[in-house]
């Protein structure tokens, strides 16, 4: 979903985004670039970067993954006040903020 907003995205921004740690964002960008879904280029201004860009296989299903992005929004927030959506948003990202964090201080126990 991401870079369908953001073709073009660095790589390094790209995993940051995505709460997850390098490694693992960099074994799914290569799953992703194996199975033809994106490409990756050296980033101009910076020669040890990659920057990341849809194909055109993966922007073929850009439309469907809305359209599921939609209706699982409109079940999960089904009766939820603009608040209360707001407030469950929130707590979700603090959460995952948790999640991360804790992560990172384990790995930094290793």
Same mark, same amino acid.
């Given at each position: 979903?991401?870079?369908?907003?953001?073709?073009?995205?660095?790589?390094?921004?790209?995993?940051?985004?995505? +709460?997850?740690?390098?490694?693992? #964002?960099?074994?799914?960008?290569? =799953?992703?670039?194996?199975? *033809?879904?994106? @490409? %990756?280029?050296?980033?101009?201004?910076?020669?040890?970067?990659?920057?990341?860009?849809?194909?055109?296989?993966?922007?073929?299903?850009?439309?469907?993954?809305?359209?599921?992005?939609?209706?699982? +929004?409109?079940?999960?927030?089904? #009766?939820?006040?603009?608040?209360? =959506?707001?407030?469950?948003? *929130?707590?979700? @990202? %603090?959460?995952?903020?948790?999640?991360?964090?804790?992560?990172?201080?384990?790995?930094?126990?290793?």
């Amino acid at each position: 979903m991401r870079l369908l907003h953001h073709d073009g995205i660095s790589q390094e921004i790209l995993i940051r985004d995505l +709460n997850c740690d390098r490694a693992t #964002g960099t074994r799914s960008i290569n =799953k992703l670039e194996e199975n *033809g879904y994106v @490409r %990756r280029e050296k980033d101009p201004q910076d020669r040890r970067a990659y920057r990341i860009y849809l194909t055109e296989k993966s922007r073929q299903l850009g439309p469907v993954i809305q359209q599921m992005s939609t209706l699982i +929004n409109d079940i999960v927030f089904d #009766g939820f006040t603009g608040e209360e =959506k707001a407030l469950f948003v *929130g707590m979700i @990202r %603090r959460a995952i903020g948790n999640i991360s964090l804790e992560n990172d201080i384990r790995k930094g126990g290793k």
